[in-house]
């Protein structure tokens, strides 16, 4: 079994790449935003827990999103191991993440992290815009907002990662298949 965590600033087209990577390597694709949204709609304890915690307008503690994790790979059969998508997001949660796989006998076995420069993210974001209809991806400020943001936040989540041993960068300019092909590479180092 092989835990993958995917990293990049928004825009680097990590999302894509993660799905990609799940269904070629026979990974669960865990995006903590997807999850969230889908214990709400189901109306679980925890997603009733959750809603309380954002309706009040506060963030959903990392506690209670390494449990939602724990309980989805509790959950799940039959496959190779799991692809995490932008999380996590903080030193702590990357602390807590490896102490509940730990639990579970299992380890964090790769970080890949996509190096894109900020004009190309800009670039992609304005597209994707134009595709989503996001309005957060065509608003400048926002964008240089979000990347400062992954700068500040997630960046020492990486740093985690090279001292563990488990990150490696890689080139996030080129063609999606280019990149795919440059990330499994990376996989099948671990595999």
Known sequence: M????????????????????AEKYNLLHLSTGDMLRAELAAGTELGKKMEAIMASGELVPDDVVIDMIAHKIDATTGKAGFVFDGFPRT?????????????????????LVLEVND????????????VSGRADD???AVINNRIAVY??????????GRKAGV??????????DEIFDRLCRHIETVI
């Open 119 to 130: 004009t190309e993210l800009m670039e992609r974001m304005k597209k994707r815009a134009l």
């Open 2 to 21: 092989i835990n993958v965590l995917m990293f990049g600033p928004p825009g680097s087209g990590k999302g894509t790449q993660s799905v990609t990577l």
């Open 167 to 176: 990150s490696r960068s890689v080139d996030g300019v080129g063609s999606i």
């Open 151 to 160: 700068s500040a936040k997630t960046e020492p989540v990486i740093d985690y």
């Open 138 to 140: 065509a608003d400048e």
């Open 91 to 111: 030193v702590e949660q990357a602390e807590a993440l490896q102490k509940m796989l730990e639990e579970r006998e299992m380890k964090i076995d790769l970080m």
